[in-house]
């Protein structure tokens, strides 16, 4: 299995809807992490938790949101999803220094 | 605001020759340097890591530091087909708990 998970894979939405992209992981870290990917601009980190009760802004959280439901999991929400939002979403998790990324959730909107 | 820098590529090498691919970091205070190969459709993956000036080596990649020029690249030897993919450079900055991922380059390595 792998260690780090997300749910949904593919998801496609409408302009205004609320969407709300999981992960999971087992692999007992305590940071995990949420980028998105678009072409031409890299992974750029959307918010980012180092324990269950820490949450950060990263450098592009505007219209986004995240819960830390436990160590193990980690939710990003787009409470009302606009076009420029479509982009293939990545969690992360890190033990000191290195990261662990799981699998992607590409998202179209709309 | 903390830049890292590659070219896009692709860079085209042929199968069994050194590819070089390189990284700019605009931060002078930064502490840690990364390498993650992504392919097509896929999660990036950690392929090494650097701290300290110099050369590290790991099999057939050599990462390469040199902090006063604010430069690090990767080396891959014996280049295979299979190194065909997307390098991201990572820096961690000084102060600073997360990593600024660069635009990455694309390697292409024909048989």
């Known amino acids: 299995d792998a260690d780090v998970t997300q749910t949904p894979r593919n998801r496609i939405t409408k302009t205004g809807k609320r969407i709300m992209l999981e992960c999971s992981q087992t692999?007992?870290?305590?940071?995990m992490y949420w980028y998105r990917q678009d072409p031409g601009l890299g992974l750029r980190l959307i918010y980012y938790?180092?324990?269950?009760?820490?949450?950060n802004k990263g450098e592009i959280s505007d219209g986004y949101s995240v819960s830390r439901q436990a160590q193990a999991k980690f939710s990003l929400s787009l409470e009302s999803a606009i076009p420029n939002q479509t982009a293939l979403y990545f969690c992360?998790?890190?033990?000191?220094?290195?990261?662990?990324f799981g699998p992607g959730t590409r998202l179209l909107v709309l | 605001q903390k830049e890292v820098e590659q070219n896009s590529g692709p860079l085209s090498v042929p199968e069994g020759a050194i590819a070089s691919l390189n990284c700019t970091y605009s931060?002078?205070?930064?502490?840690?340097f990364f390498w993650y190969r992504q392919y097509s459709g896929k999660s990036p993956e950690l392929i090494m890591f650097?701290?300290?000036?110099g050369d590290k080596e790991d099999g057939r990649f050599t990462a390469q530091l040199n902090k006063a020029s604010q430069y690090v690249s990767l080396l891959i030897r014996d280049s295979q087909p299979s190194d065909s993919a997307t390098y991201l450079c990572?820096?961690?900055?000084?102060?600073?708990?997360?990593?600024?991922f660069g635009k990455g380059t694309m390697l292409l390595v024909s048989p």
């Open positions: 992360a998790t890190s033990e000191e220094e290195t990261q662990y």
């Open positions: 692999k007992g870290h305590d940071r």
């Open positions: 938790s180092f324990d269950v009760k820490d949450i």
């Open positions: 931060d002078r205070g930064s502490q840690s």
């Open positions: 650097i701290y300290s000036n």
């Open positions: 990572a820096v961690r900055g000084s102060g600073y708990s997360t990593l600024t």
